[in-house]
């Protein structure tokens, strides 16, 4: 039976500027594309990825613009509509000052004391 | 102890952090022991094995490039390769292709080989067990 993995994503915005997304988002997306069985946990900073409207554009070095920023919302935005179930910790949102309506269609929240339950329902928990 | 299959996510370039060398540690301590060892280098980690690496002198300790004698990330991963055929164990390094693309240093020792997401995820599924090591 196939494994199922929960990627937990904690570190955040370490390279999303040069690789114009985030690795662990898009190393999710690929090995969905494989066939894997996946599931993408928010927490601590990297719960602002769940923000929409993040503008990183208009980064210019001289004449040379970025003409692809990041785009973390619609990137996680096609992550659920592959079928992966995107999480967020509530209270890392929260402390963040971050309400629902601010976040992306479809990532769901779960109590920081909920967690324990979340990760039994996982193989493996593959941490970043 | 029955031999088993690991996997480990490298993504730190060399020389930055602590974690490479702890990743090294334990993958060494895994093909001492019989087991089996995959290694998916992701962003910066493919720089590991890259073939250009080259020692220098510390005027600081002074000591020329022969006396520091000093650590190379290529040469660790050639020891681990060289380990595990003796022990007749497996030990395989893969690069991050588009990583590797990206930065230039798709010069390598020999024995390491470029791949794609998916075969990290047929590697892992196919293993006993996975660490990532994950960079800051």
Redesign the interface.
């Known amino acids: 039976m196939a494994r199922k993995v929960l990627q937990v994503l904690e570190t955040a915005y370490r390279c999303t500027v040069q690789e114009q997304d985030d690795p662990v988002v898009w190393i999710t997306a690929m090995m969905k594309n494989a066939g894997g069985d996946l599931s993408l946990l928010l927490r601590g900073p990297a719960v602002n990825y769940a923000v929409n409207g993040q503008d990183a554009s208009g980064l210019a070095f001289g004449e040379k613009k970025q003409n692809q920023p990041p785009r973390l919302d619609e990137d996680l935005g096609r992550l659920l509509a592959k079928g992966v179930e995107v999480y967020f910790v509530q209270e890392d949102a929260s402390e963040r000052g971050l309400e629902p309506k601010d976040l992306v269609k479809g990532v769901r929240p779960v109590d920081r004391r909920a967690l324990p339950q979340l990760l039994a329902r996982f193989d493996q928990v593959w941490h970043w | 102890m029955a031999r088993k299959s690991f996997v480990f ?1 490298v ?1 730190d370039p060399p020389y930055e952090s602590a974690r490479s060398v702890s990743a090294y540690r334990l993958m060494d301590a895994a093909v001492r022991k019989g087991h089996d060892v995959f290694v998916f280098a ?2 910066g980690g493919v720089s590991q094995p890259f073939a250009k690496q080259a020692q220098h002198p510390n005027s600081v300790h002074g000591r020329d490039t022969t006396q520091e004698d000093h650590p190379l990330p290529k040469d660790w991963i050639a020891a681990l390769q060289a380990e595990a055929k003796k022990r007749g164990t497996r030990f395989q390094w893969m690069n991050c292709g588009l990583c590797v693309d990206e930065r230039g240093v798709a010069e390598t020792i020999p024995d390491v080989v470029r791949g ?3 075969e ?3 590697a ?2 196919a293993a006993d ?2 660490l ?1 090591m ?3």
């Open positions: 996510v993504m992701y962003e794609s997401p998916a990290l995820w047929k892992a599924e067990n996975i990532v994950g960079a800051s």
